[in-house]
């Protein structure tokens, strides 16, 4: 599915309106610092992937305020806020799964004992021991209760960056989406029916005349067989 975008769309015509420019570029700027905080812990908790998508995601915000606002063109906003909805969206999944607590999964061999008396053969066994602790326990150490503040920050931050988004894309007076002239018009030309172009005298052509007149059938002068 291809979306009606312009073909200015990568290099906006558009003057950034001046409410983003005084006013909503302080609340992007507290994004910057909240992703920055949100990268910081997951990469303290051990998380790499996550530590670089948030502070990738702080670059970008980056990109988008410099020079006063001169790279936040619609079509960036669109597509970021896209993607930032998307990653709140799996964000909010994962915090839902350990909202009752964290579960912890340990599995240990013991040493069997011999089946077969030539040794051939040992039943071996393995003890898999589950715990759950809480969201946040302090007898579980720094480290785990750091990942667990970033597992309840990140959605959250997430969501405010798309509504942050939303508020800007919808400040501009202009529409992304240009309206195709080309779809959707079944009739065309002047006198708007079926035929096609039609001169705006009402008549056609003296070609188009002849050339649309029907071929009549069974007409003419009468023949007599064996003449």
């Not at 909202?99 to 077969?116: A, D, P, Y």
């Not at 040992?122 to 759950?132: A, D, G, H, L, N």
């Amino acid at each position: 599915m291809l979306l009606p975008i312009g073909p200015d769309v990568m290099q906006q015509t558009v003057p950034v309106p001046e409410v983003v420019k005084n006013r909503y570029v302080y609340g992007w700027y507290c994004m910057m610092l909240l992703l920055i905080g949100v990268g910081c812990a997951e990469a303290v908790g051990g998380d790499v992937m996550a530590a670089f998508f948030f502070f990738f995601l702080a670059g970008i915000f980056v990109y988008l305020v410099l020079s006063s606002c001169k790279n936040m063109s619609m079509y960036c906003l669109l597509l970021v806020g896209i993607m930032v909805g998307f990653q709140a969206i799996f964000e909010f999944m994962s915090l839902l799964a350990v909202i009752n607590g964290r579960t912890n999964e340990t599995t240990t061999m013991k040493g069997g004992k011999t089946i077969k008396s030539d040794g051939a053969a040992q039943e071996i066994t393995y003890v898999t021991k589950i715990t759950t602790h809480p969201l946040f326990d302090k007898s579980m150490g720094q480290k785990y209760n750091v990942q667990s503040a970033a597992m309840v920050a990140s959605p959250i931050v997430l969501v405010l960056c798309t509504l942050l988004c939303y508020i800007t894309y919808n400040s501009y007076s202009a529409s992304l989406f240009e309206d195709d002239e080309e779809t959707g018009r079944i009739n065309g030309g002047f006198g708007g029916g079926y035929g096609g172009n039609v001169p705006p005298s009402g008549r056609q052509p003296q070609s188009q005349r002849h050339a649309t007149q029907p071929v009549r059938i069974f007409e003419g002068s009468g023949q007599r067989l064996g003449s």
